[in-house]
């Protein structure tokens, strides 16, 4: 089931961020030849006056086919060039390359708009404004620290904690100096408890069982006041994924952190299935989150990319002439082998930890 749930979930995403390309390409009068979902062999299409649509094989992407995006001779001076990518305008270019990654973030916002309408759990300290429409109010665990006592002790995020405050159950771990503390906690509305040694060295000078907590409640909005709060924790979101892609990228070329913190298919899959057991506004939010990731991702300066396709555009406007096709192309190539290559690795390594654990 998880399985097939994250297969419709990035179904999902690939189609609203290729149906970006598709329409305004459309709208700018540029030939489309093909929209897929999927690589590889195709098992079902079917051609609609000239664009042949088609579901394939291989579910870990998708695409359009623009006539142009790729120039070749046919294009740049054949009978149709005039609907060529490559012949419009720089600002249609830029458009229709800009269009997939906006369509994730409108994407992203629209399901944001329908988990406040229906009732997310949210931190109670970031809506203070909204406290009276707070409902089942709960110190919730948010984070597990990997061989930690709490993870020892089976805790997992989500898990709602018997206490009365997070500050009260900070000062009895920080109070137990290593002796066994029995933490009771609700999951699934099942009542359930644990006995856990808290440790010095997780927090500098204090005892720690290795969670984050915080105060949360389920918080429901009317739709009108869902679109705005919406729109700020989107472009919160969009911020918060730039700076931790840039942290990853700089802290990999000095050696401070690793690619280890990277998920790929297999552990994305995982996740949605545990965002789904929690409930559907959680599933309806993390979605929410890979739309924002994968459109973040694209925008990324980096060959195949659309990023990287944005960039030539902007290159080619700068010195006011094409970049020679032959180059382009091999960069894109050899961009979109390179990112095959990471995804295999990255997959690899999700398939190992399953084997591990």
């Not at 948010?142 to 997070?166: C, H, I, M, Y």
Request: overall charge neutral; glycine content about 8%; some cysteine.
């Amino acid at each position: 089931m998880t399985v097939i749930l994250f297969l419709v979930v990035l179904a999902i995403l690939i189609f609203v961020h290729e149906l970006g390309h598709f329409l305004v390409a459309k709208a700018c009068g540029i030939r489309v030849d093909a929209f897929a979902v999927g690589f590889g062999p195709k098992l079902v299409s079917k051609t609609v006056g000239e664009v042949t649509y088609s579901i394939n094989l291989v579910p870990f992407g998708g695409y359009v086919r623009i006539f142009g995006e790729n120039p070749d001779d046919e294009s740049i001076n054949g009978p149709d060039s005039s609907r060529s990518f490559i012949n419009k305008p720089k600002w249609q270019q830029v458009s229709v390359l800009f269009a997939g990654i906006f369509f994730n973030f409108v994407f992203a916002w629209l399901l944001i708009v329908i988990a406040f309408s229906s009732g997310v759990p949210a931190s109670v300290s970031s809506y203070p404004e909204y406290r009276d429409q707070m409902k089942n109010e709960r110190i919730v665990v948010t984070f597990v620290n990997k061989g930690s006592p709490a993870e020892k002790a089976g805790l997992k995020a989500g898990d709602a904690l018997v206490t009365t405050s997070v500050e009260d159950f900070q000062n009895v771990i920080n109070q137990s100096e290593g002796k066994d503390i029995e933490v009771i906690y609700r999951r699934n509305d099942i009542e359930s408890k644990a006995n856990i040694v808290a440790e010095k060295g997780i927090i500098e000078g204090k005892y720690a069982i290795g969670i984050a907590m915080d105060d949360v409640a389920t918080l429901r909005l009317p739709v009108h006041v869902s679109v705005l709060e919406s729109v700020k924790l989107t472009t919160y979101m969009i911020g918060a994924t730039f700076t931790g892609l840039y942290d990853l990228a700089a802290g990999v070329f000095k050696g401070t952190s690793s690619l280890e913190s990277v998920t790929g298919p297999i552990g994305i899959a995982g996740l949605i299935g545990d965002a789904a057991k929690l409930g559907f506004t959680y599933l309806i939010m993390f979605t929410a989150i890979i739309s924002i990731n994968l459109g973040v991702l694209n925008l990324m300066p980096f060959p195949a990319l659309d990023g990287g396709r944005i960039l030539f555009v902007i290159i080619e406007a700068t010195i006011r002439r094409p970049i020679r096709p032959v180059i382009a192309n091999s960069l894109n190539a050899a961009g979109f082998s390179l990112l095959i290559l990471l995804m295999i690795v990255i997959t690899y390594r999700d398939i190992a930890k399953l084997f591990v654990k």
